[in-house]
């Protein structure tokens, strides 16, 4: 089945604790992507990666780091996490950027930094 | 003036009517707009995308743009509550490879 999978699905940390939330795709899709999505704020993308080793900020990039070895993972580092950090994060793939090429986007991973 | 604004809702229409959504992007240099649903603790799904001005049709949803006026719309006829959701814009920006949403309208259609 064709799927991105992240984990873990819930997680709650503390602040400064290094953490990674991981992203994979079984599609053999290029494009990759991490969002944050807060109430009021919308869905806002954090990084981005057109292929492998390629990776470029989004609009929220700050606080987080991310990294493409190989095609199908894309894991989400937080360093040092802090509480405003706390939010419903999402991965998703596509075989290029644009449609036709549908963009898959992972189940979720709901963050809590306390 | 935020990138991409919707209407925060709630859009509520009865059962069986036609459901307008409307979408609002300050880029003039946007070329791609797309239309996500989002059911409540799910992850959006892509129900739409358009390039060009003018209308494009797929089942019971159309999508209109407008570039000159820089607003896209989406409207689907023959609502269902299956429909009840909350309907995200997203416009291309940053020269192309980045996707910028806006916050999301919900719509509710009552039977």
């Known amino acids: 089945e064709a799927q991105v999978t992240q984990n873990p699905r819930y997680l709650i940390t503390v602040t400064g604790k290094k953490l990674t939330v991981t992203c994979s795709q079984n599609?053999?899709?290029?494009?990759m992507s991490w969002y944050r999505q807060d109430p009021g704020l919308g869905l806002r993308q954090i990084y981005y990666s057109m292929n492998v080793e390629v990776t470029d900020k989004g609009d929220v990039p700050e606080g987080y780091k991310v990294s493409r070895k190989e095609k199908r993972n894309f894991p989400l580092i937080l360093e040092s996490p802090s509480p405003n950090q706390t939010s419903l994060y999402f991965c998703?793939?596509?075989?290029?950027?644009?449609?036709?090429?549908?963009?898959?986007f992972g189940p979720g991973t709901r963050l809590t930094v306390l | 003036q935020k990138e991409v604004e919707q209407n925060s809702g709630p859009l509520s229409v009865p059962e069986g009517a036609i459901a307008s959504l409307n979408c609002t992007y300050s880029d003039r240099g946007s070329q791609s707009f797309f239309w996500y649903r989002q059911y409540s603790g799910k992850s959006p799904e892509l129900i739409m995308f358009?390039?060009?001005?003018g209308d494009k049709e797929d089942g019971r949803f159309t999508a209109q743009l407008n570039k000159a006026s820089q607003y896209v719309s989406l409207l689907i006829r023959d609502s269902q509550p299956s429909d009840s959701a909350t309907y995200l814009c997203?416009?291309?920006?940053?020269?192309?490879?980045?996707?910028?949403f806006g916050t999301g309208t919900q719509l509710k259609v009552e039977l």
């Open positions: 998703a793939s596509s075989l290029h950027f644009l449609p036709p090429d549908t963009q898959y």
């Open positions: 599609m053999n899709h290029e494009y």
């Open positions: 997203a416009v291309t920006t940053g020269g192309g490879n980045k996707l910028t």
């Open positions: 358009i390039y060009s001005n």
